[in-house]
């Protein structure tokens, strides 16, 4: 599934036409659940460092396209669908969005450069926070604007709630 999204995306980079990209999912309840932590423990220590690297290149490329992205959230984003969505330039979250690193709570450190653009975008000690507690946010009754987590800083933009 990987390499056929980063041939859309190489196809995307060179199409005149294209003027945004809007990333969803097919699935009413996953937006992208990330890897499969199960199928990772059979790989070996070579393997896992070729797929995180494969990941994170691709999540640059998603990251560098020339028009803007949007994940557009509204089910299960966590791992590496939360890395997902965060190499897109802005996120919108639906009612039954739920995001988060997940993986961190089996000492699993996100490898597709979620740390990295997570700090940035909320500054580190709130990264920290998120990363070190695995904390999972969900977006019922817009819970997540009045705590300020970085994942509903849209909903502000878009007058569903303030920060």
Do not use: W
């Not at 965060?86 to 450069?113: F, N």
């Amino acid at each position: 599934m990987i390499e056929e999204f980063r041939q859309v995306l190489t196809a995307l980079r060179f199409d005149s036409q294209a003027r945004v990209v809007v990333l969803n999912s097919a699935l009413e309840k996953t937006f992208c659940a990330g890897a499969d932590l199960k199928e990772r423990s059979t790989m070996s220590p070579t393997e896992v460092r070729e797929f995180v690297f494969l990941l994170r290149s691709t999540f640059s490329d998603l990251d560098s396209l020339p028009m803007p992205t949007i994940a557009a959230i509204d089910g299960f984003a966590l791992g590496g669908g939360t890395e997902l969505a965060l190499s897109c330039d802005l996120r919108v979250a639906g009612p039954k969005a739920m995001m988060g690193l997940p993986e961190t709570s089996l000492a699993i450190i996100p490898g597709a450069g979620g740390t990295q653009r997570l700090s940035r975008l909320i500054g580190a000690a709130k990264a920290k926070e998120l990363i070190f507690t695995c904390k999972v946010t969900q977006n019922y009754n817009n819970e997540c604007c009045h705590t300020s987590l970085f994942f509903f800083r849209c909903f502000a933009e878009v007058g569903h709630g303030g920060v």
